[in-house]
């Protein structure tokens, strides 16, 4: 089995073991891959996923040793498109690329996050970088597009002159320039970047857990809309939950809790 799920309390760790083709991905891992998120999502117990790739390589991206093996076989690529009325989300070529969780995951990326890892690293709400690690749309070399949001998420991120910049060289982007362009949010000491993610995931996971999400939330559905509707979006996101959490985080800190921006007593 190509995937491992580890949970240590309220953070999930599931990591892609396929070193052998540099956790480069084919149907079966994609596949399976999904079905771990979707059980992360549907886990009451579990608040933060960390996504990471044992031996030394975040994802090579898909399987081009695999892909070349289907060649006059279009039936494989249309399993992927989207019907035309849009009742429902085919996976995507990555695995949960398409999936829209109501909770975060975060990418602990050690070596090559390159074509297919790159967008599956885009799909993910933070980047934890180690200092060798490296992006990159490698497949711009074999006339492979991006397919599974990569030009949809990386001009969002780093805006569009340097996703164009990234996308039409296909050159590779090291972990440092990543972190000046707000590619990833941190970037740590080589062997501790899955370490460093899941104390990140059990920071966040510390905090009241619907009021996190509903702002998470809020910064997704912002996309494209005007800020008036944005505005309208936030409330609708965001308003009760202050009954349902603010005024018991309120009365804690009235008790004495969390004073001076003390994150440690809350």
């Keep these: 089995m190509s995937i491992t799920i580890e949970r240590n309390g309220p953070v999930t760790t599931i990591i892609r073991a396929r070193s052998q083709a540099r956790n480069a991905m084919d149907p079966a891992s994609a596949e399976a891959l999904l079905e771990a998120f979707q059980e992360f999502d549907g886990d009451p117990t579990q608040f933060v996923a960390v996504l990471w790739g044992a031996g030394g390589a975040f994802c090579a991206g898909f399987d081009l040793k695999y892909a070349a093996g289907l060649a006059g076989e279009r039936a494989a690529l249309s399993a992927f498109a989207f019907p035309s009325d849009d009742t429902a989300v085919p996976r995507g070529p990555m695995g949960p690329t398409r999936l829209e969780l109501s909770k975060p995951v975060i990418a602990a990326i050690a070596g090559p996050a390159v074509a297919g890892g790159m967008e599956l690293a885009l799909w993910c709400d933070l980047r934890v970088m180690e200092e060798s690690a490296y992006m990159g749309v490698y497949c711009r070399r074999w006339g492979i597009p991006l397919i599974d949001g990569g030009t949809v998420r990386l001009p969002r991120l780093v ?95 009235a008790r004495g809790k969390g004073r001076h921006g003390d994150f440690a007593d809350i």
């Design 159 to 253: 805006g569009r002159g340097r996703a164009l910049d990234i996308i039409l060289t296909g050159r590779k982007v090291p972990a440092e320039e990543c972190l000046d362009i707000g590619l990833c949010e941190r970037v740590v000491p080589d062997g501790t970047g899955r370490e460093v993610a899941e104390a990140l995931a059990h920071a966040i996971a510390r905090f009241p857990q619907e009021c996190m999400r509903a702002d998470r939330r809020s910064v997704i559905l912002q996309e494209g809309l005007s800020e008036r509707a944005a505005l309208r979006a936030e409330w609708a996101c965001s308003a009760a939950v202050v009954e349902r959490e603010g005024v018991e985080g309120a009365l804690r800190f």
